[in-house]
């Protein structure tokens, strides 16, 4: 799996002082070069940090491979975050109806939808 990550095109190779890594749509795996160990990481659960996957995800990547489940992955986390925004539309046309608001919830959407749609062309 890892070297399936290291080649694919469109990652990006992070190495530093004892670990190899690559990121490729914001999932990360990393490598130890001592142990070999192999972890895979994503920021679903936080923005501002990576968390390690659960172990039934490792056997989605396990079956699918590295490219398959990380595009699975993201498409998960963009339909988690289209249903956050229709939520938050729905709150705001019900209560304060700021034009400004709506208006850049769905600008966020519509950015959202063009990303979903050119991974599902993956």
Not at 26 to 38: A, H
Not at 53 to 77: P, T
Not at 88 to 116: A, D, F, H, T
Request: charged share 35%; proline share 2%.
């Amino acid at each position: 799996m890892f070297k399936q990550a290291r080649k694919e095109q469109g990652s990006v190779k992070l190495d530093g002082l004892g670990y190899e890594a690559s990121i490729f749509l914001g999932v990360k795996i990393s490598r130890d070069n001592l142990s070999g160990e192999v972890k895979i990481y994503d920021p679903i659960k936080s923005i501002n940090y990576y968390v390690e996957i659960e172990e039934e995800q490792y056997e989605s990547f396990k079956q699918l491979g590295w490219r398959k489940a990380v595009i699975d992955l993201s498409l998960l986390k963009y339909k988690d975050k289209l249903d956050r925004i229709k939520e938050s539309i729905g709150r705001e046309m019900n209560g304060n109806r700021s034009p400004k608001r709506l208006r850049i919830l769905k600008e966020s959407r519509e950015q959202i939808l063009r990303k979903y749609y050119k991974l599902l062309q993956k």
